[in-house]
């Protein structure tokens, strides 16, 4: 990201906004604020390319944060700006109406600095990847419309980014099914191959250690020959993606929908980003290290 990243903070009470501001300011972010949701609306028209994350109050007079989403989700080019939604509210039935509106980072109120501050870290650099892989995907050819079918083998991570951008042409639906292929093709090689489970990956990246892991295990003997495979077919009705790995396998069933407690997590939420926003359909095959991810081409043509 060029610029200093700057966070939208709406929240009705002026003390809650000057704290989360100071949290934010130690990660270097720069703050505006605002007190609901139509006056955070006004803000976000006049400086569309220039907020990077929204920290959100659910409980607000006038607009409270619910209607807020509604009306962001609905401007295409604001859209995926990340949301933390903020509530004293932790009832399953309010995290999973949050999920369903797009929320996809959640904090319970009270929570501390340091919770913030790293779920804060996890939406911009998801957001900023978002924007990467986009305007990449622009620049490539329109010739990947024309797969019929095709098998890819990938290796490491910039394996992964230049499949997903590449792969994701064949599909009307270029712009979002990209980041879900990132996070599956991702998956495959740091979870798959290399073994970095959650909870490895978690402590990595809190110590900003991923990247050389990841290195590391690549460079080891056992690890030299381990690919992925990414396997298309097209046909005039849908476009198919299965992705294999040569690990282990995972317990898959806990990562397909988003919850309260992984939307505080510092990552973890690909698998659901791909389910509900990518892909059409996908499901996980035997022990979850395969993975069949489907559009449906007439769904999106026009959009």
């Known amino acids: 990201m060029a610029g200093p990243v700057t966070a939208l903070v709406v929240d009705d009470e002026e003390m809650n906004r000057g704290i989360v501001a ?11 604020d605002a007190a609901d949701g139509a006056e955070a609306w006004k803000i976000l028209k006049s400086r569309r390319h220039d907020v990077h994350v929204i920290l959100l109050d659910r409980r607000m007079p006038g607009m409270d944060g619910l209607a807020f989403l509604e ?27 949050a999920i369903q509106a797009g929320v996809f980072y959640y904090l319970t109120k009270p929570y501390d600095g340091e919770l913030l ?5 996890a939406a911009v650099e ?17 010739a990947m419309g024309l797969l019929q079918s ?18 994701a042409a064949a599909s009307p639906n270029a712009r979002k099914l990209t980041f879900g292929l990132m996070e599956l093709l991702m998956n495959a090689v740091e979870h798959g191959n290399l073994g970095i489970g959650f909870a490895t990956k978690s402590r990595l990246k809190a110590s900003n250690m991923l ?19 990414v396997r298309v077919e097209r046909d005039a009705a849908r476009i198919t993606y299965t992705i294999s790995d040569q ?24 698998i659901a980003l791909a389910r509900g926003v990518s892909f059409d359909d996908l499901q996980y095959l035997g022990c979850g290290n395969t993975v069949v991810g489907t559009i449906e081409i007439a769904k999106h043509r026009d959009v």
């Open 211 to 229: 990247k050389r892991e990841i290195a590391a295990r690549l460079a080891l003997a056992e690890n030299r020959d381990k690919h992925a495979t």
């Open 150 to 167: 095709g098998c890819f083998r990938l290796r490491t991570p910039r394996d992964a980014h230049n499949l997903a951008i590449t792969l």
């Open 247 to 270: 690990g282990q396998g995972f317990d898959w069933r806990a990562y397909l929908d988003m919850d309260a407690a992984r939307a505080q997590d510092a990552h973890g939420r690909g």
């Open 117 to 121: 501050r790293s779920v804060a870290a």
């Open 71 to 97: 009306v962001l989700r609905g401007d295409p080019e604001l859209a995926q700006i990340p949301v933390i939604m903020q509530t004293i509210a932790d009832t399953s039935s309010d995290v999973a109406e």
């Open 22 to 32: 100071g949290h934010l300011m130690r990660l270097g972010y720069a703050t505006v």
């Open 126 to 142: 998801d957001y900023t990847r978002f924007k990467r892989l986009e305007g990449d995907a622009r620049a490539r050819t329109d």
